[in-house]
């Protein structure tokens, strides 16, 4: 009995360990879909599946620099998570 209840605790706590919680899911997520949205906007305006697909692509890198950086998205002005979601600004700068 004295063992259930730490062992909960430690599994409840586990998933929330996982999560930079610092916004940077969200602010990632934007930036992918961005990029998706302008692949979308290409196709439809007649332009090449490769250069919609290079679009997408550099938006799920960007997608996972974002994630992978665990930046504290707060701290940041809008125009900067802007820049990030544009691309113009890397986690790093």
């Known amino acids: 009995r004295n063992f259930i209840a730490p062992a909960l605790l430690i599994l409840a706590a586990a998933p929330l360990a996982a999560c930079g919680g610092d916004g940077d899911d969200a602010l990632g997520d934007r930036a992918e879909e961005k990029a998706d949205a302008q692949a979308d906007a290409m ?48 986690p790093a700068q």
């Open 43 to 90: 196709r439809a305006n007649g332009m090449s599946e490769a250069s919609a697909d290079a679009v997408e692509d550099a938006g799920d890198a960007r997608e996972e620099a974002i994630d992978d950086s665990d930046v504290d998205v707060d701290a940041l002005t809008p125009g900067q998570q802007n820049a990030m979601v544009n691309g113009s600004m890397t």
